[in-house]
């Protein structure tokens, strides 16, 4: 293999990730132009057409796609080997892109990252909030995190979450005018505030008691689609919100809200992270696994 072609190879690569010339020279830190003449001249050196330009967007051609899909492990390799290499100087350094739901970041990762940073001074952690799962290989992601319910097996998992649970919450001042809900059939009679995911479908709420599972497609006249929002609409009386206990903790002990179907409402597995089997471990994901992870 002519070396030069390899420099001209992970520039293809970050054009390709970042769908544009200017972004893959602020990612590289070089100028646009030098962006410009790598992909050209590895083009020319080819003989083929890599990528596909427009005024809007850069993206593979059919051939370019071939050569990124055969390229990708073998980038991810050297990515690996010079990680390890900067490891040899006693503490873990370089980029991790994590893909993160936007719970998980509230109620995991953000209580803990200023102490993270300051363990890990060299680590630069980049957090992608995404609430639809994630193939973290093709996204270019170097591990993800969800709930243990959505994670694929193919994929190696570590909990970095105690196990959690969903809540039914009113204002006092919503019962003051409404009846508490029994069964979660009940839920028919009530206005409930309800939340649109990010890919925009509405959250079924899910309940399940004596080996009973119910999914209700709760109505009601808000719709919002962060969970924070979500508690303080309920604490305002807008109606009742189906949020994870860990929102309303406050709320709930001070007595602006009152929790109802406490027994439909079972706990399961929290978050882990999950990446991809490989041979070996990124320093900087290693240390970022074994920092959140939950011990015992």
Known sequence: MNRAHL????????VAQCGSFRGAARELAIAPSAVSHAVSSLEARLGVRLLSRSTRSVAPTEEGAQLLERLRPALSEIDLALETAVEARDRPAGNL?????????????????????????????????EDRFTDVVEGG??????????????????????????SVVGAPSYFDAMPRPGHPRDLADHRC????????????????????????????????DEDHLIAQAAVDGAGLAFVFE????????????????????????????????????????????????VSG
Do not use: N
């Open 7 to 14: 420099s001209q190879l992970a520039v293809l690569a970050t």
């Open 97 to 129: 892109r994590l893909s993160v739901p936007r719970t998980a970041a509230h109620l995991v990762l953000t209580p803990r990252l200023g102490a993270f940073a300051a363990a890990y001074p060299d680590i630069v952690l980049e957090i992608v909030i």
């Open 141 to 166: 992601f170097d591990a993800g995190v969800r709930l243990g319910e959505s994670l694929q097996r193919d994929m190696i998992a570590v909990r970095i979450g105690p196990d959690i649970r969903g």
């Open 193 to 224: 505030i309800r939340f649109r995911f990010s890919s925009g479908i509405l959250y079924r709420w899910e309940f399940a008691k004596g080996g009973e599972e119910i999914e209700i497609s709760a109505q009601g006249p808000l719709i919002l």
């Open 246 to 293: 860990d929102y309303v903790r406050a709320p709930l002990a001070a007595g602006r809200l009152i929790r109802v179907l406490e027994d439909w409402c079972p706990s399961f597995d929290g978050f882990f992270v999950y990446y991809p089997s490989r041979r070996q471990m990124r320093p900087a994901l290693r240390a970022f696994v074994d920092f959140f992870k």
